[in-house]
């Protein structure tokens, strides 16, 4: 193995005020999905990072109503298939939304994003400055930075781009939000949100009671039905999340809407329980009454494959020799990992700076992981020949 752990030390030690610095000002650029200039703006800014760097950039529009996305590389001509870096630089939160934008309080940084997920794209900038420094020019390194990630690519083609742009990679690594355990992700679950609605007949509950048809009651026959597709062994939960219907107690409801969570671990389980949620959603048990289902995928499932876990053996046999101790998990929640892994390249999730508690104010990451995480990627970027 290539062990340049001392220089790699030495490098970290001198740019700490730069990594926090840099850390700093892509936190403080805020930028929830929709609003569209100031995730341009972010954008931007990291873009004039990398090209700093040598890379060629350029940014792809996705859709109208959301961010571009960037792609940058560097090194086109080098031998070898690139190592691909990925994330997103959108926020949930909309921008005003913390007291105080960026905050280290006793070995822990606050802020919007901080965790999830700019913290992991600095230490992607950081493992590439690094390389510099040790002469490192063996394959090319590419970056695939989304600007919609947060709401699942829902508005735009981001998905696509990020199938396309991803093919043909040596390996991927998905600078999402690190595990406080120290595990790295190796597969996650997809998202779908199902949109029903029922539409009924409304009339006055006293005086024309038979005219009506209810649609809260159409509804409670589908509910039950849908929660009971939840199938735990095979990895697939199905949440009917939010209902609403009727407008008033006196009068028979005329519509009623549910939104359901669905999550699934693979395309064929995704296949399966649209199909059975669309069968329920077709009977009808109060004549008089109508039903629409809308699918909505929202990020497919990162699968865990033999090219998966050959990557993660990889990572952790340098992890274990470097003195970072990984494990694996898989998730619930989605990421662009998903669309590595249908390009064809193997991913690792969740190797970004390690923190919790992802979109809510109290999300925090731990400094020093940002310095463990840079030695490790850099470790690993040294070591490619071996995978």
């Not at 696509?160 to 991803?166: H, I, K, Y």
């Not at 969570?261 to 009454?289: F, H, M, P, Q, W």
């Not at 998730?331 to 249908?342: M, Q, R, W």
Request: with cysteine; hydrophobic share 40%.
């Amino acid at each position: 193995m290539i062990n340049k752990n001392q220089e790699i030390l030495a490098f970290i030690e001198e740019q700490k005020p730069n990594i926090i610095k840099d850390w700093q000002e892509l936190v403080e650029l805020e930028g929830s999905t929709l609003e569209k200039p100031k995730v341009e703006k972010t954008i931007s800014k990291f873009q004039s990072w990398l090209e700093a760097e040598g890379f060629t950039c350029k940014v792809i529009d996705v859709g109208e109503q959301t961010a571009g996305t960037l792609i940058g590389m560097l090194g086109e001509e080098r031998a070898g298939k690139p190592i691909l870096f990925s994330g997103h630089l959108d926020t949930v939160y909309p921008e005003g939304t913390f007291e105080k934008e960026f905050q280290i309080v006793d070995g822990k940084a606050f802020g919007p994003g901080v965790l999830d997920m700019k913290g992991g794209l600095i230490i992607a900038l950081y493992v590439v400055k690094a390389l510099r420094v040790l002469g490192y020019e063996e394959t090319p390194i590419k970056f695939i930075v989304s600007g919609d990630e947060e709401n699942g690519h829902q508005l735009s083609k981001g998905d696509d781009l990020f199938v396309e742009e991803a093919k043909n990679c040596l390996f991927g690594l998905n600078m999402e939000t690190g595990r406080i355990d120290n595990k790295l992700c190796i597969g996650r679950k997809g998202v779908i949100n199902a949109l029903i609605t029922v539409t009924g007949v409304g009339s006055h509950a006293g005086n024309d009671f038979e005219s009506g048809r209810n649609a809260i009651t159409e509804m409670a026959h589908k509910v039950l039905l849908l929660h009971d597709l939840t199938d735990l062994e095979a990895g697939t939960t199905v949440n009917p999340g939010v209902i609403a219907g009727g407008t008033v107690i006196n009068a028979t409801p005329a519509s009623c809407t549910l939104k359901v969570d669905v999550r699934y671990k693979s395309l064929d389980a995704a296949e399966k329980v649209v199909n059975e949620i669309k069968n329920i959603c077709k009977k009808t048990y109060i004549e008089g009454t109508s039903t629409e289902v809308k699918i909505i995928e929202a990020l497919k499932s990162f699968e865990t494959n033999d090219k998966v876990e050959k990557l993660l053996g990889f990572i952790q046999t340098i992890a274990a020799e470097t003195n970072h101790v990984t494990g694996s998990v898989y998730l619930g929640g989605g990421s662009d990992a998903a669309y590595v892994g249908i390009a064809g390249t193997p991913a690792i999730c969740s190797i970004g700076v390690l923190g919790q508690w992802n979109h809510t104010q109290e999300e925090y990451a731990v400094v020093q992981s940002m310095f463990d995480r840079i030695s490790l990627v850099t470790t690993v970027v040294l070591n490619q020949k071996t995978f």
